[in-house]
T-cell receptor, first 116, second 114 residues
Framework: AQKVTQAQTEISVVEKEDVTLDCVYETRDTTYYLFWYKQPPSGELVFLIR??????QNEISGRYSWNFQKSTSSFNFTITASQVVDSAVYFCALSGSGGSNYKLTFGKGTLLTVNP | KAGVTQTPRYLIKTRGQQVTLSCSPISGHRSVSWYQQTPGQGLQFLFE???????NKGNFPGRFSGRQFSNSRSEMNVSTLELGDSALYLCASSSIAGGIGEQFFGPGTRLTVL
């Protein structure tokens, strides 16, 4: 079975601080996909990024960056110079490549609060 | 492009009743997945349909069932409702099966069981 652990339940920062959200995953599949989704207070989940298991390049998109390390089974997400609009629940998710793992498994989420 | 729509948005039922939730995916998407979100268990996968076939199912009792129509619209049914079924039910559509592609989520149906 596949599993995603987000150890940080809640994080609170002050605007303009950098913040890193941790994600650790478990899977026996050699091909898998990792995701981050954002759920703002309005409730609708929004896709942020997808990574496949063969692409360990870090990615940067504006103030967002992702660090994928297969050696530690981690896929961490950093927000640079956080803003109040970044306040949301962030979910890390994993999908395997076959059988019962061929579905999205979510972590429990990290509630990020950015205070002005 | 219209997003994923779910109806109804809110529902109140009593124990023992049954309920049907509906999801209309983004045009052209053949994959529809359903998730249950609760404060205690988080987001849990219920099932996925792709081209009218159930591709995968999560660890939920048989009271939870679904189907997909030829136009890719999907319905989810919960029979003999229990208090613990109170949750936000989210539907997501994708152009790729198996949860490996970007999923587009609807606003959810908030089900309250009294």
């Amino acid at each position: 079975a596949q599993k995603v652990t987000q150890a940080q339940t809640e994080i609170s920062v002050v605007e303009k601080e950098d913040v890193t959200l941790d994600c650790v995953y478990e899977t026996r599949d050699t091909t898998y996909y990792l995701f981050w989704y954002k759920q703002p207070p309005s409730g609708e989940l929004v896709f942020l990024i997808r990574r496949n298991s063969f692409d360990e390049q870090n990615e940067i998109s504006g103030r967002y960056s992702w660090n994928f390390q297969k050696s530690t089974s981690s896929f961490n997400f950093t927000i640079t110079a956080s803003q109040v609009v970044d306040s949301a629940v962030y979910f890390c998710a994993l999908s395997g490549s076959g059988g019962s793992n061929y579905k999205l498994t979510f972590g429990k989420g990290t509630l990020l609060t950015v205070n002005p | 492009k219209a997003g994923v729509t779910q109806t109804p948005r809110y529902l109140i039922k009593t124990r023992g009743q049954q309920v049907t939730l509906s999801c209309s995916p983004i045009s052209g998407h053949r994959s529809v997945s359903w998730y249950q979100q609760t404060p205690g268990q988080g987001l849990q996968f219920l099932f996925e349909y792709f081209s009218e076939t159930q591709r995968n199912k999560g660890n939920f009792p048989g009271r939870f069932s679904g189907r997909q129509f030829s136009n890719s619209r999907s319905e989810m049914n919960v029979s003999t409702l229990e208090l613990g079924d109170s949750a936000l039910y989210l539907c997501a559509s994708s152009s790729i099966a198996g949860g490996i592609g970007e999923q587009f989520f609807g606003p959810g149906t908030r089900l309250t069981v009294l």
